[in-house]
T-cell receptor, first 115, second 113 residues
């Protein structure tokens, strides 16, 4: 596609439920990143994929968070047993080859609200 | 380790006035520095980046930034603010071996008519 696509754009879920957030990167981009944006914590890195492998998972806040990427394309971020503190905007980004000096292109994000 | 500090969570300028948004970084190795802009309910868009080729970097929409190693700074400027510049601006850093961006806390720019 023309840009990074994320779905859903908004998600309201009850505390304790599991949620899946989807990211469709720009075609041909091998690197994919997940970030979280919240009022209290700003923009935080969660996980980085190069192809289908995740060499950097250091930002995942707990074992309730997991992510996978299949076919070197679409990625899914899963949050199990959601908590109110998980409420945030989850941003996905992709870049060509993922080199440190290259531009990351961001999607519009998924706004997650846990009630 | 690396980090970014943005001084001023909110900056207000008049239309036509100079815009100056401050960013200081810390990095144990030479950094790559970026400025991103976020308009309401949108993702982030790259304004400009420093990757060691030139210390004065020009970006989109009339913005520029100067890398000053001695001051560990990468301040963003625009000579004349426009109403459409109202947004949140984020400074970010990466370095060799660390591909994910580390962001500053952001500066919200207001432009008064």
């Amino acid at each position: 596609g023309a840009g990074v696509s994320q779905s859903p754009s908004n998600k309201v879920t009850e505390k304790g439920k599991d949620v899946e957030l989807r990211c469709d990167p720009i075609s041909g981009h091998t690197a994919l990143y997940w970030y979280r944006q919240s009022l209290g914590q700003g923009l935080e890195f969660l996980i980085y994929f190069q192809g289908n492998s995740a060499p950097d998972k250091s930002g995942l806040p707990s074992d309730r968070f997991s992510a996978e990427r299949t076919g070197g394309s679409v990625s899914t971020l899963t949050i199990q047993r959601t908590q109110q503190e998980d409420s945030a905007v989850y941003l996905c980004a992709s870049s060509f080859r993922g080199q440190e000096n290259t531009e990351a292109f961001f999607g519009q994000g998924t706004r997650l609200t846990v009630v | 380790a690396q980090s970014v500090t943005q001084l001023g969570s909110h900056v207000s300028v008049s239309e036509g006035a100079l815009v100056l948004l401050r960013c200081n970084y810390s990095s144990s190795v030479p950094p790559y520095l970026f400025w991103y802009v976020q308009y309401p309910n949108q993702g982030l868009q790259l304004l400009l980046k420093y990757t060691s080729a030139a210390t004065l970097v020009k970006g989109i929409n009339g913005f520029e930034a100067e890398f000053k190693k001695s001051e560990t700074s990468f301040h963003l400027t625009k000579p004349s603010a426009h109403m459409s510049d109202a947004a949140e601006y984020f400074c970010a850093v990466t370095r060799t071996g660390r591909r994910a961006l580390t962001f500053g806390s952001g500066t919200r720019l207001q432009v008064q008519p």
